[in-house]
């Protein structure tokens, strides 16, 4: 009896999703994202306008560290296509795109579920650095300066190895024409949903 006992737990054991990392357990992981309804608000002398973009994709890669068994520390790096800016704000003949890489650390707290499909649900922000990509023609008539990114959403890991993200994200930065001396804030936003897959290392 006991012996049948042991090797049920044993066999459940092995078998059994792990819902939680442990303490200094560390992961990588690959993601695709798909940037909802992209728009610009550049901000000058009293006045603003909103520049709406295509919708675009990003290739990221992050780490993770997890400090505590729920709460996880890290750094990523993300590359987001060039995507058009609405013809209205330039020249039609211009090849006017407008993408941008993100560098920034970030932090998870991992809420485990009792779910053999979604092993656990976290809150994700990230806080780091934009550097802005214009198409060549956009860099002819514009000046731009890189500046902040931070971004905030929801997460989830589904059997154990795969991640789908809900992320609202922000990049801040200056616009300057060149040959004028005004200068304009730059907001750039969007919603971005993530497909990935994690590694465990």
Do not use: H
Not at 36 to 61: C, H, W, Y
């Amino acid at each position: 009896m006991k012996k049948g006992l042991l090797a049920l737990l044993l066999a459940v054991a092995m078998v059994a999703p792990v819902f939680a990392a442990e303490k200094g357990s560390m992961e990588i992981n690959g993601k695709i994202a798909y940037l909802i309804n992209p728009e610009l608000k550049v901000e000058a002398m009293g006045q603003s306008r909103t520049i709406d973009f295509k919708g675009t994709f990003s290739l990221e890669a992050d780490f993770f560290y997890y400090v505590a068994k729920e709460i996880a520390v890290g750094a990523g790096l993300e590359y987001v296509f060039p995507s058009e800016i609405d013809e209205s704000f330039v020249p039609s003949e211009m090849d006017s795109k407008c993408g941008n890489t993100n560098i920034f650390v970030q932090a998870k707290y991992d809420i485990a579920t009792e779910n053999d499909i979604f092993n656990n649900v976290y809150p994700l922000v990230q806080l780091g650095y934009g550097i802005i990509n214009l198409s060549d023609d956009m860099s002819k008539g514009f000046d731009v300066k890189n500046g902040l990114y931070w971004a905030i959403g929801l997460g989830t890991t589904i059997k154990e190895n795969f991640i789908v993200e809900l992320l609202y994200a922000f990049n801040y930065g200056e616009v300057e024409m060149k040959g004028e001396s005004i200068s304009a804030d730059a907001t750039y936003k969007t919603l971005k949903l993530k497909v990935g897959y994690k590694f465990a290392i």
